[in-house]
Antibody
Framework: QVQLQESGPGLVKPSETLSLTCTVS????????WSWIRQPPGQGLEWIGY???????KYKPSLRSRLTISLDTSKNQFFLNLRSVTAADTAVYYC???????????WGQGALVTVSS | DIVMTQSPDSLAMSLGERATINCKSS????????????LAWYQQKAGQPPKLLIY???TRESGVPDRFSGSGSGTDFTLTISSLQAEDVAVYYC?????????FGRGTKLEIK
């Protein structure tokens, strides 16, 4: 069974970069699709983007100018970098296995990131 | 972007009752070449990540109780819980994966009356 775990700073200052790591066990990130999704406090789910085929990416257009998703196959990890953050980027960030680029079959527990000075 | 509209926003039902949640997409999410509807349903309990219940609009994920069922095609979809149990209290989301960016409904909060 695939397991995912998010890690990274819980507090980021406005205008700085939000960086998260997702560590995957029970599956290889060289195959299939791996997504980031976020959920602002008390709100719904927002798909951010995914990485697949060992490094190809697809991003939500409204975030594309600030977003990079990458991976490290040697550590079986993938990463989220979101630049120039504002309070609107405050959310629980989830990483998930995205079956063949379709739906999220395995999810991490989530990491709360607060953007505040 | 495809907009997913869920209704109702919240629902309070008694134990054992049938609960129905609706989801409408702003365009068809039925792919004609394979006759599949690119729609999933998730359950999110308080403080937990979403859990996949249904994909391809009506295929139940392994381990999901058979009281959960999905139906619909094209633009109109339904998640039905045939006999509500206490552990079904959660927020339910629909999700279209027909095109990127993937989008979700705003969620339906299900409570026990």
């Amino acid at each position: 069974q695939v397991q995912l775990q998010e890690s990274g700073p819980g507090l980021v200052k406005p205008s700085e970069t939000l960086s998260l790591t997702c560590t995957v066990s029970g599956g290889s990130i060289t195959s299939d699709y791996w997504s980031w999704i976020r959920q602002p406090p008390g709100q719904g789910l927002e798909w951010i983007g995914y990485i697949y085929d060992g490094g190809s990416t697809k991003y939500k257009p409204s975030l594309r100018s600030r977003l990079t998703i990458s991976l490290d196959t040697s550590k079986n990890q993938f990463f989220l970098n979101l630049r120039s953050v504002t309070a609107a980027d405050t959310a629980v960030y989830y990483c998930a296995s995205w079956k063949s680029g379709w739906y999220g079959d395995y999810w991490g527990q989530g990491a709360l990131v607060t953007v505040s000075s | 972007d495809i907009v997913m509209t869920q209704s109702p926003d919240s629902l309070a039902m008694s134990l054992g009752e049938r609960a129905t949640i609706n989801c409408k997409s702003s365009q068809s999410i039925l792919y004609s070449s394979n006759n599949k509807n690119y729609l999933a349903w998730y359950q999110q309990k308080a403080g937990q990540p979403p859990k996949l219940l249904i994909y391809w609009a009506s295929t139940r994920e392994s381990g999901v109780p058979d009281r959960f069922s999905g139906s619909g095609s094209g633009t109109d979809f339904t998640l039905t819980i045939s006999s509500l149990q206490a552990e079904d209290v959660a927020v339910y989301y629909c999700h279209q994966y027909y095109s990127t960016p993937h989008t979700f409904g705003r969620g339906t909060k299900l409570e026990i009356k």
